[in-house]
């Protein structure tokens, strides 16, 4: 069954500080990998997106890794800000019109 | 580039009313466009995907009848709630795809839905 785990399901973190979220998968095939962060009552917007053969990501921030033999993702947030405070959805693609949706992680930053 | 508009961002209604909500591609054609529901604090699900120029293709348990989706044009998807009941109150987002699979797809700014 294609499944997308997150964890943890929400994480409190002090401002300045790096935070790790985890996607872990088997759907299959596998065509790419995407981070998402969702602010309350908005739309989510892309942060990376990642294919079989690409190990690391970043967009300013964020650091996406992946490691397609273990099936597994990761979200690195380095020096943290109050605005990074959302959800952060893994959403995998077998590679058709499929997407998997992680159940997401729900940050909390505090000043 | 790849922008997509989602109209209203809000709306409260009365139980047993219909509800348009519009979902645009503003600078591409999306031949596809996907439609979501998101309860609070789960993750988005799946209603449908919305084919331009045929019908949608609806998930498991989503009911056709009361969801009417229509995507008349390649910029233009829109879903109708009908007949709307208070367990119809959700966060409702709309998502547009390129043609090519490397820019992934858009996601609209969602749109909160209130029967009461």
């Known amino acids: 069954k294609n499944q997308v785990e997150q964890s943890p399901q929400s994480l409190i973190i002090l401002e300045g500080k790096n935070c790790t979220l985890q996607?872990?998968?088997?759907?299959?095939?596998?065509?790419?990998l995407r981070w998402y962060k969702q602010d309350t009552g908005r739309g989510p917007v892309s942060l990376t997106i990642?294919?079989?053969?690409?190990n690391t990501k970043s967009n300013r921030r964020y650091t996406a890794t992946l490691d397609a033999d273990t099936k597994q993702s990761s979200l690195h947030i380095t020096a943290s800000q109050l605005s990074d405070s959302a959800s952060y959805i893994c959403?995998?693609?077998?590679?058709?019109?499929?997407?998997?949706f992680g159940t997401g992680t729900r940050l909390k930053v505090l000043a | 580039g790849a922008v997509v508009s989602q109209h209203p961002s809000w709306v409260i209604c009365k139980s047993g009313t219909s509800v348009k909500i519009e979902c645009r591609s503003l600078?591409?054609?999306?031949?596809?466009m996907f439609w979501y529901r998101q309860f609070p604090k789960q993750s988005l699900m799946l209603m449908a995907t919305?084919?331009?120029?045929?019908?949608?293709?609806?998930e498991q348990g989503v009911e056709k009848d009361k969801f009417l989706i229509n995507h008349a044009s390649l910029t233009l998807s829109t879903l109708t709630v009908t007949s709307a009941h208070p367990e119809d109150s959700s966060f409702y987002i709309c998502?547009?795809?390129?043609?090519?699979?490397?820019?992934?797809?858009?996601f609209g700014s969602g749109t909160r839905l209130t029967v009461v």
């Open positions: 959403v995998v693609s077998p590679g058709t019109y499929k997407y998997i």
């Open positions: 919305s084919n331009e120029g045929s019908k949608a293709t609806y």
């Open positions: 996607c872990n998968y088997t759907v299959s095939p596998f065509s790419n």
């Open positions: 600078d591409f054609q999306a031949t596809t």
């Open positions: 998502s547009a795809r390129r043609d090519r699979e490397n820019y992934g797809y858009t």
């Open positions: 990642m294919t079989f053969s690409e």
